[in-house]
């Protein structure tokens, strides 16, 4: 059987700010047959999205295909023109976006951009199309099919958005859907629905895919081949029980590693055998949320519901939990930023003023709090030496050679180059972003961190990374962390204790360790077991409880 | 949801309506400090005190401020504009033909100018980057940066006195044929709409650059839609918002900030009429202009904020 797609050698080149031109995809071919799915895997910036899209002969703004051809059904995509190629858009090869919730015109209903595609290329008269949209919306086990259309995008939930931008790609009956990190935006309990209608939907239909994730266990439920990416390489090529079973290239080694982290071992309890500490941060009762208080003294919109823990000194507590379900809002009310409603929050044993302005600077400084996204919380225009220098000054009057002394050793504690600090921060990568934001924080000689989802947005072999400094940190400088996220395996790989949330409510805490076993709360159970697993026949094999997913599952 | 929109929609028409009340107190207050008796001023400087003593208790001057207000708001409401001070006849009168004059121009500037500047936005923004887009940003940052009573009077230089094409006033003449209205309005619609253009194009561009940079719009082209298409049906329905507002903004210039191109044309126009009645220290009519251009900028504003409201789906 001839190969459906054949990549022969593609080349594309990128414009940056200074007008000069740089290689980013460098000499990649792969093919794909009929009906097959192959999956491109990669951390961002390996060049995964940018092949994706060439098979639509569409590059970004400011990028262009330089070399090489992309062979979609016998026609040269790289060597059409612009007309040609929006003749192929949607009807031979069609886009499953990464964000579907900004893929969809807010302005428009839903129904009129999931036919879109019809309409554009003239394929079947209205009321077909829409009887087949209404077609796909079920056979995608979207709720309502018959009326979902006529609601506007910002009506329905992410996961259901991501499923309507499914059937988008489609109606036109392509022969190739490229799926871009379709998955990646939502909870991991929707990502199950999610996946699971879209390989029913591949399955039935026959067609070919491309499937572009980071996520290799993600794409182990999806892809017939894996193709690992990285700076624009192609590292390794195999079916998808090859490469998770034995893959060849270091890189793929590398990405498997750091996928199942080494759990924190218990053995940190023998730290603990003396008497049992004071503990360094203790909540009782707080509450916490948006809007007005009503008249019972709860704010409008309860986000975070009477929760109380007590944290030791050098032990780590893990805060998880889907989007919404108050954990960023309970580090933001820890850290003084919004106070709470209800309840107290004692640091060392003293209550703390509910607002930052109203804490001592020394209670300021021993609790420290790194945000998710380093990109908007370094000020672009400060060089990492003031950055880091700003606390300094602040919390311990540093000033001068003494000051200097300090950021170099601070670079030293993250594993930072000292020419760094002459750099702004959008100079250097994600990564070392994070780990200027943490040596912020540690700036402070801190003695609790809030980590706020400060692995989310990296990839997984640089937040892996990441927690090692962590833990390397915490052994140094003896800290406590509180480490929230919404991914069990990095809080299982660093914390102790691990307290899971659910709609503002504290409904579990456990040992790290213990968390989603039998005999735990039912959201835990349901929460642990939709974690995708790297063995290709986890999601089919999968069986929830329907009860479960109907009662705590927000579709 | 709809009972949530009609309650946004009331709340910008009550805010519209505090905005004229707190205006149209500053407006008074504004008048009542000038320095000068209105009786004195009127009755010139061989005025007897008991002349003035008299006209000031028929003018209600004696009473207290706040009640003064007052009676003139309430006649204000009731179309009772006043008697102007200077030629006694009524406001209302004054004001109307010459409204009626700013009305006509003002409406056939924004005919030609609107259509214009909104097409020279969209397709710049379409061709963003070319020569063309190039060439409309220069111009227009061209034109903002000359006054525009170097336009006018280059206009009336070229035009009226070199080419003897147009005539060089608008006032008197009586208009018989169309093509005679045209040659009438030519020069202000031409020199009105230079001004105002500029601010119209640099907006619906960077409006709808914007929301040609969206992922939606990324997603239309991936389905195979045309530029145009792109343009007309995704990214224009939601840079609605931002243009309307340019456009109201730019029209409200055309009632109050014409006394420029008024004065060069010599047109009687409403902005005219109240620098005259500054002059003449007629403050019921300075007072009752001041109070019909802030109702239009309110107008066109409030109106601007209904359709941005209505266009967006979140709110409707």
Sequence with gaps: MSPLVEIRDLKVEATTDAGRRVEIIKGVSFEIAPGEIVALIGESGSGKTTIALTLLGYTRAGCRIAGGSVSVDGRDMAALSEKERAKVRGVDVAYVPQSAAAAFNPAQRIMDQVIEITRIHQLMPRPAAEAKAVELFKALSL??????????????????????????????????????????????????????????????SRMAGVYVSHDLAVVAQIADRIVVLKGGEIQEIGTTEQILSAPK??????????????????????????????????????????GRLQPNGKPLMLAVDAVSFKLERGRNLGVIGE???????????????????????RFDGRPM?????????????????????????????????????RPLAFYHGLRGPARDARIDRLLDLVHLPRALKHRLPGELSGGQKQRVNLARALAADPELVLCDEITSALDTVV?????????????????????????????????????????????????????????GHPYARLLMSSVPKLDPSWLDTLERDPELVAAFSKR | MNLHLLSLLGGRLLVALLTLLIVSFVVFCATQI??????????????????????????????????RFFRWLGGMLTGDLGISYANNRPIAELVAGRLGNSLQLAAATALFSVPIALALGITSAMLRGSLYDRSVTMATITVISVPEFMIATAGVLIFAVWLKWLPALSFARDVHSFGEMLRIYAMPVFTLSFV?????????????????????????????????????????????????????????????????????????????????????????????????????YLLLITTADVIAILSNPKLR
């Excluded at chain 1, 053995?267 to 009782?284: C, G, K, R």
């Excluded at chain 1, 370094?378 to 030496?385: D, F, K, T, V, W």
């Excluded at chain 2, 049906?233 to 420029?260: F, K, Q, T, W």
């Design chain 1, 323 to 345: 989007s919404g379900c108050g954990k960023s809002t309970l580090a933001r009310t820890i850290a003084g930023i919004l106070p709470p409603s209800s309840g107290h929050i």
């Design chain 1, 353 to 389: 003023a509910p607002l930052a302005r109203d804490r001592t600077p020394e209670e300021l400084r021993k609790l420290q709090i790194v945000f998710q996204s380093a990109d908007t919380a370094l000020n672009p225009a400060q060089s990492i030496e003031d950055i880091l220098g």
């Design chain 1, 143 to 204: 709720p309502a099919p018959e009326s979902i259309g006529s609601r506007y995008p910002h009506q329905v939930s992410g996961g259901q958005l991501q499923r309507l931008s499914a059937a988008m790609a489609l109606i036109g009956d392509p022969k190739v859907v490229i799926f871009d990190e379709p998955t990646t935006a939502l909870d991991v309990t929707t990502q199950i629905e999610v996946l699971r209608a879209f390989k029913s939907v591949m399955r039935q």
């Design chain 2, 34 to 67: 000038l320095p000068g008796d209105v009786a004195e001023v009127l009755l010139g400087q061989a005025a007897t005190p008991e002349a003035v003593a008299g006209l000031r208790a028929a003018m209600h001057l004696n009473d207290p401020a706040i009640l």
């Design chain 2, 196 to 296: 105002i253009s500029a601010q119209m194009i640099r907006m619906s561009r960077a409006a709808v650059v914007e929301a040609l940079n969206t992922p939606y719009a990324e997603m239309a082209q991936l389905k195979g839609a045309s530029r145009p298409r792109v343009v007309l049906r995704h990214a224009l329905p939601n840079a609605l918002g931002p243009i309307v507002n340019a456009v109201a903004l730019s029209l409200s210039y055309l009632l109050g900030g014409v006394i420029i191109v008024e004065t060069i044309f010599n047109y009687p126009g409403i902005a005219k009429l109240m620098v005259d009645a500054v002059a003449t220290r007629d403050l019921p009519l300075i007072q009752s202009c001041a109070m019909i251009f802030c109702v239009v």
């Design chain 1, 249 to 290: 290239h270091p890189y793929t080694r590398e990405l498997l590693a750091a996928f199942s982290p080494v759990a924190r071992v218990a053995a940190q309890a023998a730290a603990t055998a003396s008497p049992p500490p004071q503990p360094v941060l203790e909540l009782d009762a707080v509450s916490a949320g948006y």
């Design chain 1, 463 to 519: 937040a892996a990374a990441i927690i090692e400094l962590l833990k390397e940190l915490q052994r140094e400088l003896g800290l406590s962390y509180l480490f929230i996220s919404h991914d069990l395996t990095t809080v299982q790989a660093i914390c102790d204790e691990v307290a899971v949330m659910y709609r503002g409510v504290k409904v579990e805490q456990l040992p790290a360790d213990q968390v989603g076993k039998a005999g």
